[in-house]
């Protein structure tokens, strides 16, 4: 059994999907509910987890990986200078 919803969308879109309907030969309501069981799954495949506790989880990785506490900026100026080191003529990187 499905339930009614009412829902506002940008004109733009609302067009593009009565176009896309219209090409499907599709009501535009399936459409929709098509729309939502996707972006349901792709959701819940990822452990339905939001996205700033995804970042919260893996944050500092690299460092617990390698054992030690380093800021990423510093990780990356040593190793651009570790290449710009093998280069003729080039300039000392800041650090």
């Known amino acids: 059994m499905n339930t009614r919803t009412l829902i506002s969308l940008d004109q733009d879109d609302k067009a593009w999907l009565d176009e ?10 399936r459409m929709v509910q098509e729309a939502v069981a996707e972006y349901r799954v792709r959701q819940e495949s990822r452990g339905g987890e939001p996205l700033a506790t995804l970042l919260e989880r893996t944050a500092g990785l690299f460092a617990r990986r390698r054992g030690t506490v380093e800021d990423g900026l510093v990780v990356q100026q040593r190793l651009r200078g570790e290449w710009d080191a093998g280069r003729p003529g080039a300039k000392a990187t800041r650090r």
Do not use: I, V, Y
């Open 20 to 29: 896309q309907a219209a090409a499907r030969a599709q009501p535009m309501t």
